[in-house]
């Protein structure tokens, strides 16, 4: 195993970024902590991965606390066990995949020359409250456990799932995007993934997807515009009858009560 900590300089609530090209962040707010504290790790104690983890940098400036790891190069493809499930993701590729042939996670034939099969790097987190997250990933999933001031999640095919949140903004290709309750501003993009707002009493939510679902509850102290649009998929806002909604979509359906 490779592991690294890394410690806030300031106490209090922070603005953290966390730079994470694949892999997963785990993000936990804890009421009484007053130091925010990162830590790195996977299993490996060698290859690409341990070597990522080895060169992430951190920077400070007042509250701000920046932690980048950088892509590992070459032919790599992540393996990680979820629940039931393996979940593959690849790195940087050259060459073809077609034709490959993996035994016990290492690649014997193919054409794109040799690949190696390393362990996920994790990202563990805990902020005290009041707190600002930004997560910056190609294909690594973020998973939010409590309630923060604002957050930014930008991703290409990666997962975000955030407890609460006053203000979120999100962006994702082929991942999806659940904010458990959202306080005060949405926007929320999405290709084919899918958007879920659990409880919605903010201001303001913009969300977009081509071929994913929509589905908002709104509670009563909901107010302002709440704009939903997708192509292909069915669009759900619930308990909306006292804001103003937009709701289109091109082949799915709407529902709107």
Known sequence: MTERVFVSEMSGPIVLGVSLPVG???VQVIDSLTTARVVLRTDDTSGPAADAVNRARASQNGQALGIEV??????VMVQSQHGNRV??????????????????????SGGMGAMQTVSPIEATVCLPPHSSLAVV?????????????????RSVSGDLVADGVRELRANTTSGDIRAGRVTE????????????VD??????????????????????????????NSVSGDVRISGARHLNVSANTVSGRVRNR
Do not use: C, K, W
């Open 70 to 75: 950088p892509e590992m190069p070459g032919n």
């Open 185 to 196: 501003q949405i926007t929320a993009q999405s290709v084919s993934g899918d958007i879920e």
């Open 137 to 153: 990933s190609q294909s690594a999933d973020a998973h939010v456990f409590g309630y923060v001031d604002r957050m930014e999640f």
């Open 24 to 26: 997963s962040v785990r």
């Open 199 to 228: 409880l919605y009493d903010g201001r303001g939510a913009a969300l977009g997807t081509t071929s994913g679902d929509i589905t908002v509850q709104a509670t009563n102290g909901a107010a302002g515009h709440v704009s939903a």
């Open 87 to 108: 979940v593959q993701n690849f790195g940087v590729i050259n060459g073809s995949v077609t034709g490959v042939t993996i035994v016990n996670g290492r690649v014997i």
